[in-house]
């Protein structure tokens, strides 16, 4: 191909995403219409890649590409296919960090999906999920893909096995609409880590996994009564929504509303409902919110149908 005919730059939206989905505690996740990140991928002259531009963070973020989520993902893909020219990218941060949405994934699907396509796409959506997930060892040590693989492929995603990589996307044959409502507290991932069990017993296993069977079979299904009795955590929920004020009033705030389940969001602090209809879903999310402002802490409300997509091309040149 001549340099001419080469793409220079291109400019990709990659969503936010809901990792665990109550009972899935690291299996599952779906991917969100929006909030998100878009990545800008551009040729460059000097050989090598570099972040040359990151907006929408103040000043948080590591421009380092090692140090960056979207560097390290980049990067692996292009030493993968053994590029040996010039690229730098542009993070333009559209969406809290740490708030449980999965910001730094959006930032890894965004950058291998953005130079993927840049360099000609010489790789298939499926084989870029290792690259995205070598970035999120940079933002919580393991190469987690409950966020990375929903923000990826798009829909609701189910984590057989993490390493080797075992992904299936579970099409729900029914609309499903996702509200996410984000506190303005700061909670430390690695604590929500910390204070998990080891060990758990028997019978709170047998539920969960009666849980987790019951979520993929209602999703399948599209049966909505069997999807919203599975939308119950009976493991991580307890320990970790001690760490997030009005957890209980707010998550009872969806139920009333008519939401068919709702939980954390990843790690925290944001709280997610699952609705069957775009009304139910924003009623519960003004209900969710005002919850959240009875004791005092604002808020955002973000609502969407699952995001069956995933990242999106948004303009190329
Ligand atoms: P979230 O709750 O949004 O999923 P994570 O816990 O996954 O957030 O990661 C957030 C951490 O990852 C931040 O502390 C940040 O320093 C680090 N990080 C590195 N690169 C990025 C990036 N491009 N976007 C977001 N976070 C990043």
Redesign the pocket.
């Known amino acids: 191909m001549s340099k001419s005919n080469k793409l220079q730059e291109v400019r990709v939206f990659a969503p936010a995403s809901v990792a665990n989905v109550s009972c899935g505690f690291d299996v599952m996740g779906f991917a969100l219409s929006g909030p998100g990140d878009e990545i800008v991928a551009r040729r460059t002259d000097e050989s090598g890649l570099r972040i040359s531009k990151i907006t929408g963070e103040n000043g ?3 421009t380092s590409v090692k ?4 560097g390290v993902a980049a990067q692996k893909l292009i030493s993968n296919i053994g590029f040996e020219g010039g690229i730098e990218l542009e ?1 333009h ?1 559209k969406m809290p ?9 959006a ?1 890894s699907v965004g950058a291998v999906v953005a130079v993927n396509r840049l360099l000609g796409s010489p790789c298939e959506r499926e084989k870029l999920l290792v690259f995205a997930a070598e970035g ?1 060892k ?3 040590g393991t190469a987690h893909l409950d ?1 990375v693989a929903p923000s990826l492929l798009g829909g609701f995603v189910f984590i057989r096995s993490q390493q080797p990589p075992d992904v299936t996307e579970l099409e729900c044959s029914k609309p499903l609409f996702a509200t996410v409502v984000h506190p303005h507290i700061e909670i430390n ?1 690695e604590d929500t880590r910390k204070i998990l069990r080891r060990e758990i017993p028997m019978h709170k296993a047998v539920q969960q996994w009666g849980n987790v069977g019951g979520l993929v079979a209602g999703l399948l299904k599209g049966d909505y009564g069997l999807i919203s009795r599975s939308l119950q955590d009976v493991i991580v929920e307890p320990i970790r929504s001690v760490l997030i004020p009005g957890f209980r009033e707010v998550k009872q705030a969806a139920m009333d509303a008519g939401a068919l389940g709702s939980g954390i969001s ?2 925290g602090p944001s709280i997610f409902a699952l609705s069957s209809s775009e009304r139910t879903s924003q009623e519960a999310g003004k209900a969710m919110g005002e919850a959240f402002k009875a004791i005092g802490l604002e808020n955002e409300i973000y609502q969407s149908r699952i995001n069956e997509q995933g990242p999106k091309i948004l303009q190329e040149r």
């Open positions: 948080l973020l590591p140090k960056n989520t979207a993070i941060k960090l740490g708030s449980g949405l999965g910001s730094s994934a930032s999120e940079v933002a919580c966020n991932t990843g790690s």
